[in-house]
């Protein structure tokens, strides 16, 4: 990806000022040559012949032979002063536009404007992470539903705008992830960096903004909402009406066998995905209402909140059903991850410091003997009631990987498990609450995907990043508050929707239902499009 900095420079500029230092060149050269040329015309080996003259005359004419005149200094000092003037003027131009060249985010600066402080372009590229992450995360979301109904070929070329988009989010993650840790130091630099996170975001929802009209072709919402679609959306609420209730036992009987903190992560997403679904029937019969009457906006307006509620009831139910399957997964590993430990410490103090030379013996010794009170702190919880196994392998893996000398065998797999576990339940998380989560939660967690998809992965680090960013995510939303007052609103489920980013806004009679799309399209199921008070006239600005 080109850089916003030579992006934003003219293709001609080199040319330019490759011309303008030529000339500069060649009227210097030139001075030189009328300076030295006098010289190299006075003494010469001709011979000169003698001949009777005034005195005057042959005064003069020795002075002219003994000397250049002052006659012959005017032109190469005329040239000289030329050339000088006309570089000093192309320095002064020089000067004059890189005060209102383009900066890097794309705004032209005109010459005297204050440049913005930089906590104000921070403020502007976290809000702009935010923005392009929603966009991406619902895009993805509505393009499900175009698959089930039209399959992979049809959508492919929104699939590929939807990974695109990703991947330019995916770079500007980064860049802020670098410019949390003080990645670059210098101030201009710093700033620099938050105006390539701004393009980065700013292209993301381009290419999606650039695929929107052509994906409601498709899905045929322009005049109205087909049949096919509303009988979609119908039948995964349906299906998800049944998964939630399994859900909710599900989450019953893992509290008794393994205890509440080992399903805290998903503590409450059965009455979320309920809620959810409450939401979701009142749309759905609000859009075959709407469609019966010929009112074919109105009808794809509910149709796509009822999706987005189907969509975010989909996410809560799936957490629980991972999180059940990794509990399972980790209760058959934690034995074999014990004598897997216990293995790798008994190689340790057979090899001792051989196989560690950059540590000193009594900070290994004291590692040793931390992996051991771990170790053995896990096998009193196996026996004395329900535990969690996660969290068990977590501190296993943890304690022993500073002194683990083996790659391979169970300890890897046993790590692998739980930061994907962690990343997935942060994943879930930000995107049924994502009208609430800031940057910094979303930051962390992509830092943690793109640390989980490495090669080869960094487990223990993706876990650690996952966790704080669902804590920094779960902070965000008690802060946020309710964001919707109202019995009525509760029991209809317009305040979870709300919360969930389903309906933008904080109004949930007025707010649109997000679309796919970047921001300047994503708003547009708005009941009076360019006329809303709310959302609509802002997504115009």
Same mark, same amino acid.
Request: aromatic share 4%.
């Given at each position: 990806?080109?850089?916003?900095?030579?992006?934003?420079?003219?293709?001609? =500029?080199?040319?330019?000022?490759?011309?303008?230092?030529?000339?500069?060149?060649?009227?210097?050269?030139?001075?030189?040559?009328?300076?030295?040329?006098?010289?190299?015309?006075?003494?010469?080996?001709?011979?000169?012949?003698?001949?009777?003259?005034?005195?005057?005359?042959?005064?003069?004419?020795?002075?002219?032979?003994?000397?250049?005149?002052?006659?012959?200094?005017?032109?190469?000092?005329?040239?000289?002063?030329?050339?000088?003037?006309? =570089?000093?003027?192309?320095?002064?131009?020089?000067?004059?536009?890189?005060?209102?060249?383009?900066?890097?985010?794309?705004?032209?600066?005109?010459?005297?404007?204050?440049?913005?402080?930089?906590?104000?372009?921070?403020?502007?590229?976290?809000?702009?992470?935010?923005?392009?992450?929603?966009?991406?995360?619902?895009?993805?979301?509505?393009?499900?539903?175009?698959?089930?109904?039209?399959?992979?070929?049809?959508?492919?070329?929104?699939?590929?705008?939807?990974?695109?988009?990703?991947?330019?989010?995916? +770079?500007?993650?980064?860049?802020?992830?670098?410019?949390?840790?003080?990645?670059?130091?210098?101030?201009? @630099?710093?700033?620099?960096?938050?105006?390539?996170?701004?393009?980065?975001?700013?292209?993301?929802?381009?290419?999606?903004?650039?695929?929107?009209?052509?994906?409601?072709?498709?899905?045929?919402?322009?005049?109205?909402?087909?049949?096919?679609?509303?009988?979609?959306?119908?039948?995964?609420?349906?299906?998800?009406?049944?998964?939630?209730?399994?859900?909710?036992?599900?989450?019953?009987?893992?509290?008794?066998?393994?205890?509440?903190?080992?399903?805290?992560?998903?503590?409450?997403?059965?009455?979320?995905?309920?809620?959810?679904?409450?939401?979701?029937?009142?749309?759905?019969?609000?859009?075959?209402?709407?469609?019966?009457?010929?009112?074919?906006?109105?009808?794809?307006?509910?149709?796509?909140?009822?999706?987005?509620?189907?969509?975010?009831?989909?996410?809560?139910?799936?957490?629980?059903?991972?999180?059940?399957?990794?509990?399972?997964?980790?209760?058959?590993?934690?034995?074999?991850?014990?004598?897997?430990?216990?293995?790798?410490?008994?190689?340790?103090?057979?090899?001792?410091? @051989?196989?560690?030379?950059?540590?000193?013996?009594?900070?290994?010794?004291?590692?040793?003997?931390?992996?051991?009170?771990?170790?053995?702190?896990?096998?009193?919880?196996?026996?004395?009631?329900?535990?969690?196994?996660?969290?068990?392998?977590?501190?296993?893996?943890?304690?022993?990987?500073?002194?683990?000398?083996?790659?391979?065998?169970?300890?890897?797999?046993?790590?692998?498990?739980?930061?994907?576990?962690?990343?997935?339940?942060?994943?879930?998380?930000?995107?049924?609450?994502?009208? +609430?989560?800031?940057?910094?939660?979303?930051?962390?967690?992509?830092?943690?995907?793109?640390?989980?998809?490495?090669?080869?992965?960094?487990?223990?680090?993706?876990?650690?990043?996952?966790?704080? =960013?669902?804590?920094?995510?779960?902070?965000?939303?008690?802060?946020?508050?309710?964001?919707?007052?109202?019995?009525?609103?509760?029991? @209809?489920?317009?305040?979870?929707?709300?919360?969930?980013?389903?309906?933008?806004?904080?109004?949930?009679?007025?707010?649109?239902?997000?679309?796919?799309?970047?921001?300047?399209?994503?708003?547009?199921?708005?009941?009076?499009?360019?006329?809303?008070?709310?959302?609509?006239?802002?997504?115009?600005?």
């Amino acid at each position: 990806m080109t850089s916003s900095l030579i992006r934003g420079r003219p293709r001609r =500029a080199t040319s330019r000022i490759s011309v303008r230092v030529l000339h500069t060149l060649v009227g210097g050269l030139a001075g030189v040559v009328w300076l030295v040329l006098p010289w190299m015309t006075i003494n010469t080996d001709m011979p000169v012949p003698v001949t009777r003259a005034h005195p005057a005359a042959a005064s003069a004419a020795s002075a002219q032979q003994d000397g250049t005149s002052a006659a012959d200094l005017v032109l190469p000092l005329a040239v000289v002063a030329v050339a000088g003037v006309l =570089a000093g003027y192309g320095y002064v131009r020089r000067t004059r536009r890189a005060r209102t060249r383009t900066t890097p985010g794309g705004a032209t600066v005109p010459a005297g404007t204050a440049v913005p402080p930089l906590s104000e372009v921070d403020e502007r590229a976290r809000a702009l992470l935010v923005e392009a992450d929603d966009c991406v995360r619902t895009s993805r979301e509505e393009l499900g539903f175009a698959e089930a109904r039209f399959g992979a070929e049809a959508v492919e070329p929104f699939a590929r705008a939807v990974r695109d988009a990703a991947s330019e989010l995916s +770079a500007a993650f980064r860049m802020r992830q670098q410019y949390d840790d003080g990645v670059p130091e210098d101030e201009t @630099s710093r700033r620099h960096t938050l105006a390539g996170i701004v393009g980065r975001c700013q292209e993301a929802g381009r290419r999606l903004d650039a695929e929107a009209a052509g994906f409601d072709r498709l899905r045929a919402l322009g005049q109205g909402c087909p049949d096919g679609a509303l009988e979609l959306a119908e039948a995964r609420f349906r299906e998800l009406t049944g998964r939630t209730a399994v859900a909710e036992a599900t989450l019953a009987d893992l509290g008794k066998r393994y205890g509440s903190p080992a399903i805290g992560t998903v503590t409450g997403y059965a009455e979320q995905a309920k809620d959810r679904l409450v939401f979701a029937t009142t749309r759905l019969n609000q859009a075959r209402q709407t469609a019966d009457l010929g009112e074919g906006e109105g009808a794809v307006r509910h149709l796509r909140a009822a999706e987005g509620a189907t969509a975010q009831a989909a996410v809560l139910v799936s957490c629980v059903e991972r999180l059940a399957a990794d509990l399972r997964a980790a209760t058959a590993l934690v034995p074999a991850a014990l004598t897997g430990a216990e293995a790798e410490l008994a190689g340790v103090r057979a090899a001792r410091a @051989s196989a560690f030379p950059d540590l000193p013996a009594g900070e290994l010794h004291a590692l040793a003997a931390h992996a051991d009170l771990v170790l053995a702190a896990v096998r009193e919880e196996l026996s004395s009631g329900p535990y969690d196994p996660l969290d068990a392998l977590r501190r296993i893996t943890r304690a022993i990987a500073p002194v683990a000398v083996g790659r391979g065998g169970v300890l890897p797999v046993a790590a692998l498990l739980v930061a994907r576990g962690a990343v997935a339940a942060a994943d879930g998380f930000v995107t049924t609450h994502r009208g +609430a989560v800031g940057s910094a939660a979303r930051t962390m967690l992509a830092e943690a995907e793109r640390l989980l998809a490495a090669e080869p992965p960094d487990a223990l680090a993706a876990d650690a990043l996952a966790r704080q =960013a669902h804590g920094l995510a779960t902070q965000d939303v008690r802060v946020h508050g309710n964001p919707v007052a109202g019995a009525a609103e509760h029991a @209809s489920g317009a305040a979870g929707a709300v919360l969930g980013g389903i309906l933008l806004g904080s109004d949930p009679d007025d707010g649109p239902p997000v679309s796919f799309g970047g921001p300047h399209t994503r708003a547009r199921r708005a009941e009076v499009p360019g006329q809303n008070s709310g959302w609509a006239s802002e997504q115009a600005q």
